[in-house]
């Protein structure tokens, strides 16, 4: 992880957090340019994959998920 993804503010991480939680798909993506604008697009993956993926429950990463494929997607069933 390089140094400027390893220092992003936890309020940043907790707001995007706060975001799905709340499933507001909205404002998740409005965060989520903040970001990019503000760090670019390397650190959003980065921070992304490495800090906010990992501490989300599984309803909550299923739910982003179909966010962002929903519109190619009809139907999403559970296999397990």
Same mark, same amino acid.
């Given at each position: 992880?390089?140094? +400027?993804?390893?220092? +992003? ?9 706060? #975001?799905? #939680? *709340? ?9 989520? #340019?903040d970001? +990019? ?11 992304? *994959? ?6 989300? !429950?599984? !309803?909550? !990463? ?15 069933? *559970?296999? #397990?």
């Amino acid at each position: 992880m390089t140094t +400027v993804a390893s220092q +992003v503010s936890i309020t940043t991480m907790i707001s995007m957090l706060t #975001a799905i #939680a *709340n499933r507001q798909w909205e404002q998740f993506k409005e965060l989520e #340019a903040d970001f +990019v604008s503000q760090y670019g697009v390397e650190v959003w993956q980065e921070v992304f *994959n490495f800090r906010l993926k990992p501490a989300l !429950d599984k !309803d909550s !990463d299923r739910w982003l998920l179909i966010q962002w494929c929903g519109e190619g997607i009809i139907l999403v069933k *559970n296999v #397990a």
